[in-house]
């Protein structure tokens, strides 16, 4: 996919040019980098020449595993979390520090996991320097007060405690920040974490559920290091266009690790984590894997496969079978141009988990119900990306919803059509999870067949999707593109009573 990308390439920075006569369609301050720290860090002429850049070989360092959220309160049907968004240096490539964001740490944050019914506080502090910041649980059914999206921010030196009950299926979630215009950067920087939510069916299923030894985080990312192995949040033309997608892939922040492996199955959690690139996921030796859960829970029941496309902010849990392998044996995980890591086979430790038969009863969503069928056009590229034609306004509110209705959510992507090819854009709604009726009319691949919160549009395509709406307040959807949704390619709605 990124392959077409870069074949366009050429044509967009053509392109670009005529934008850039043009003007942006709103007043984004997309361009004016200003006072925006993403300019101030890139100081010019620093030139290092590759030969004196120190140099990564693979596989070097294990796969580190995110700690847990420490959770502050003893009540066992409560949970309370501090978490600290600050600065930090890390080195990804040896001996070269460069500055990062992150979540208690120095970058990315702790794997938060809650139990279905439990009440959490959530303490978030800023603790980044001049810079504003919000906390998004990605994913999560909460009112729009505890959402953390644009309104939500939090000034430095401000903590933001929102307390909401947990109140849906296990899964895999994720948390982030969400500032206006700032989300690409602060994510890229650092800031982001997986929230874990188990329930009782979770937690009797016969499946590897031991985190970080048979149940494991996997993030995935990919970033642009410079020569001398640092990096910056600097926006060229083409990731103006695409988003910014990097050379150099990242699994929990480690370039290129490696995980020791039961012979066994093994369950890994992942989230594409990038700012803008899909992820093809294969294994090297071509072996079949099995994805049991979507973005919002559980699938009915596990999908074979040997390809998993996951589009920015998309998650799968998978199961990897590694019982046929040899002792000290190894295959790599691979996205289409570039490998994430190596398994380890240790022949030591086996396990005789089986995949399951079945997994959970997903209920359809009454089709009869719909109230209102809303449509979305996706549009423009580059600075002009937006939605129905608008760029998001944070004192305009485009959609009202009303508490509790049935609605069909209709997403075309005709973005950049006719000129190129166009672009694809993964498509986020805040506030709910929901179920993909149709692609261009055709029922979804199997492993989208579960609950969903975000999902690919391809140039040209039309997504239907069903969503019941029962949290109320003000949510977003945007292009999970952050230089898509930082230039505007977002909106908002309102659920009221
Ligand atoms: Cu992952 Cu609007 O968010
Ligand atoms: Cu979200
Ligand atoms: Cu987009």
Redesign the pocket.
């Known amino acids: 996919m990124r392959k077409i990308l870069i074949g366009i390439a050429l044509g967009v920075l053509i392109l670009f040019g005529v934008f850039f006569f043009m003007g942006p369609l709103g007043n984004r301050s997309f361009f004016n980098g200003g006072d925006s720290p993403m300019r101030q860090q890139a100081p010019p002429g620093e030139v290092s020449t590759p030969e004196e850049g120190p140099v990564q070989e693979g596989n070097e360092e294990a796969l580190p595993i995110p700690p847990l959220m420490e959770d502050t309160d003893p009540d066992p049907d409560k949970t309370e979390w501090d978490i600290v968004a600050d600065e930090g240096t890390k080195e990804f490539i040896s001996g070269a520090e460069t500055d990062t964001m992150g979540y208690n740490g120095d970058y990315l944050g702790p794997t938060i996991r809650v139990e279905r019914g439990q009440e959490v506080t959530a303490n978030v502090k800023n603790q980044l320097d001049g810079e504003v910041t919000t906390m ?1 649980w ?1 994913g999560l059914k909460v009112d729009g007060e505890d959402d953390g ?1 644009p309104h939500g921010g939090i000034q430095p030196g401000e903590t933001w405690s929102p307390q909401f009950t947990i109140d849906q299926p296990a899964t895999t979630l ?1 948390y ?1 920040p ?1 500032p206006e215009e700032r989300t690409g950067y602060q994510v890229y920087k650092g800031l982001a974490g997986l929230f874990i939510i188990e329930d009782e069916f979770s937690q009797s299923l016969d499946l590897p559920k031991a985190y970080g030894e048979n149940d494991i985080p996997l993030v995935l990312q990919d970033k642009n290091f410079k020569a001398d192995g640092t990096f910056e949040y600097v926006l060229s033309m083409p990731d103006v266009m695409f988003g910014v997608q990097g050379e150099t892939t990242l699994v929990n922040g480690t370039i290129d690790p490696y995980l020791t492996v039961e012979k066994g199955l093994m369950r890994f959690r992942v989230l594409n984590g990038s700012n803008a690139s899909v992820f093809d996921l294969q294994l090297s030796n071509g072996e079949a894997f099995h994805q049991i859960a979507s973005d919002g829970g559980f699938l009915e029941e596990p999908v074979e496969m040997d390809q998993l496309i996951l589009g920015p ?1 998309e998650r799968a849990e998978i199961l990897i079978d590694f019982s046929e392998m040899e002792d000290g044996e190894t295959v790599t995980l691979e996205t289409s141009n570039a490998t994430f890591m190596e398994f380890r086979v240790d022949g030591s430790k086996e396990n005789d988990f089986e995949v399951p038969e079945t997994l959970v009863e997903i209920e359809e969503t009454p089709v009869a119900e719909v109230e209102q069928t809303r449509e979305f056009v996706l549009q423009g590229m580059g600075p002009n990306v937006n939605i129905n034609g608008k760029q998001f306004d944070m004192d305009r509110i485009d959609e009202v919803v009303e508490l509790g209705a049935t609605e069909i959510w209709e997403v075309s992507n005709e973005s950049g059509m006719g000129m190129m090819g166009g672009t694809i854009h993964p498509f ?1 709604i ?1 506030g709910t999870q929901f179920q993909i009726l149709d692609r261009d009319g055709n029922a979804p691949p199997a492993n989208e067949q579960g609950w969903k919160d ?1 999902f690919i549009v391809q140039p040209g395509e039309t997504v239907r999707v069903i969503a019941q709406f029962n949290h109320s307040g003000l949510f ?1 959807y ?1 292009c ?1 593109i952050l230089e898509h ?1 930082d230039a505007g390619m977002m909106g908002q709605f309102e659920v009221v009573e």
């Open positions: 998004h990605h999206g994720w982030h969400h902010s986020h805040h975000s977003m945007h999970h949704e």
